[in-house]
């Protein structure tokens, strides 16, 4: 039984080691998207998107909606993202005396107000963006790096 535990362990930590699905998963977090948006807000090929989307959902971690010929993909379990904020924590620690810790923690008056990303509107606050950009002193957050990159190629476009 335990080695059963074990590998159901081992399947789902290997479902998001690759940085892309952990920014799908951030994506994620509070809504559900079509694969459409979810590929342009990663700014990568619509393939690769679906191909990243099916290994999370084969392990569990996001479940789909049909709808027309869209599909909308949201995290099948909130819970998951207890273990998302664990890692986090123990990153915290492990990097506690570099400068990559304060990017890792945030005090809470730094969560609000809420924002938006300029790009694709959505909402985002320091903690739940996944990408920063200071332009012109000003700080942007972004859901993804698609966002962040059309902002940093074109940014007059969205100030």
Known sequence: MYQQIFELQAK???ALAHPRRLEIV???QDQELAVTD???MLDLPQANVSQHLTVLKQAGIL???KEGKQIFYKVSNQVFFNALHCLREFLIEQYKDTDLADEFT???NELVPVTHDPVCHMRVSPKTAGFAHKHKGQEYYFCASGCLKEFKNKPE???
């Open 12 to 14: 789902t930590l290997k």
């Open 26 to 28: 951030q994506l994620l």
């Open 38 to 40: 979810i590929h342009q």
């Open 63 to 65: 479940k789909t909606r």
């Open 106 to 108: 945030l005090q809470m």
């Open 157 to 159: 476009l969205f100030i």
